[in-house]
């Protein structure tokens, strides 16, 4: 009891940190979601209006909902599919594979902010060397990249992408791998098996948890999109790249409708849960778990 008694102690700190610091505010958020509130005075209760506002008087809800859903459409594959890829090269223990390691994760390392304003640099559309680059090679009219209506969206796609798919997510697909056993190689090897033939009977079905852990976090990563298009685009241009989470925070923090805000928030949660749960839910029919 003495012991349990301490156990709780050491505990409480955390305990108190999650309550105030977590607990409370997404407690306050919901409860924001029903009012009208401007950071100066009081929130006044009105309902569910902030929610059928949303749904029905704002004109840059459906948009930005769809262009979120567009880049996660994009990005997933992209980055699990990038990420497995480099996991597999990775793992044919090659002279330097450490090395490699290092490269392909240091883009990672980077914070979100610092990528941005670098990536923002290099697509400049008059000076930026990945244009300078394409002009020497005979391009003479380059994209405009981040600058245009057209290819912004695509643009941020592609920062995106190549800044996770040497990160934790192929760290964990590299993981997984390891985890194969030999000896069903060494099997597929008596039988004859390819290269194919192994990784598309062996190391896929059992690398499935793995996918099915990655795909998940992806979509959630990917529906919360922020930093590259505000540091970069600030959700332009012509809301080119205003995504969702980007209206959120353009309502509660540039607005003042602290009160939308969260209700804005608490949709993008409700969205978040909704796609987590048909993931699960039809994961059963493609995750193999190994002794299941």
């Known amino acids: 009891m003495h012991r349990a008694l301490w156990g709780y102690v050491f505990a409480l700190p955390w305990v108190l940190g999650l309550i105030i610091f977590w607990g409370g505010p997404i407690l306050a958020s919901f409860y924001f979601g029903f009012t009208e509130y401007a950071v100066i005075g009081s929130p006044r209760w009105i309902g569910a209006a902030n929610y059928v506002k949303a749904f029905t008087a704002d004109d840059l809800f459906w948009p930005s909902l769809g262009r979120t859903f567009t880049f996660a459409a994009a990005f997933v594959p992209a980055a699990v599919g990038g990420a497995l890829v480099l996991a597999v090269l990775l793992n044919q223990k090659l002279k330097g594979t450490n090395l490699y390691r290092t490269i392909f994760f240091v883009p990672h390392?980077?914070?979100?902010?610092?990528?941005?304003?670098?990536?923002?640099?290099?697509?400049?559309?008059?000076?930026g060397p990945v244009n300078l680059f394409l002009r020497n090679i005979g391009i003479e009219n380059p994209p405009a990249w981040l600058a245009s209506r057209?290819?912004?969206?695509?643009?941020?796609?592609?920062?995106?992408?190549?800044?996770a798919m040497g990160g934790n997510t192929m760290l964990i697909f590299l993981a997984g791998l390891q985890g194969v056993p030999q000896e069903l190689y060494e099997a597929a090897d008596i039988d004859g098996a390819s290269s194919w033939v192994k990784f598309r009977h062996v190391t896929l079905p059992l690398l499935t948890p793995?996918?099915?852990?990655?795909?998940?976090?992806?979509?959630i990563g990917a529906?919360?999109?922020?930093?590259?298009?505000?540091?970069a685009t600030k959700g332009g241009p012509s809301?080119?790249?205003?995504?969702?989470?980007?209206?959120?925070?353009?309502q509660a923090f540039q607005y003042f409708r602290l009160g939308y805000g969260s209700a804005l928030a608490w949709i993008l949660a409700a969205?978040?849960?909704?796609?987590?749960?048909?993931q699960v839910t039809y994961s059963r029919r493609w995750v193999h778990y190994e002794g299941g």
């Open 210 to 219: 793995t996918i099915f852990f990655n795909v998940v976090l992806a979509v």
């Open 150 to 163: 057209d290819s912004a969206l695509y643009s941020v796609i592609l920062i995106n992408v190549w800044a």
């Open 109 to 127: 390392l980077i914070p979100a902010v610092a990528l941005a304003v670098v990536w923002t640099f290099l697509l400049q559309p008059k000076l």
């Open 223 to 231: 529906l919360k999109v922020f930093t590259t298009a505000w540091v």
């Open 239 to 250: 809301y080119a790249t205003w995504f969702f989470a980007l209206h959120i925070y353009f």
């Open 271 to 278: 969205i978040l849960m909704l796609f987590t749960w048909i």
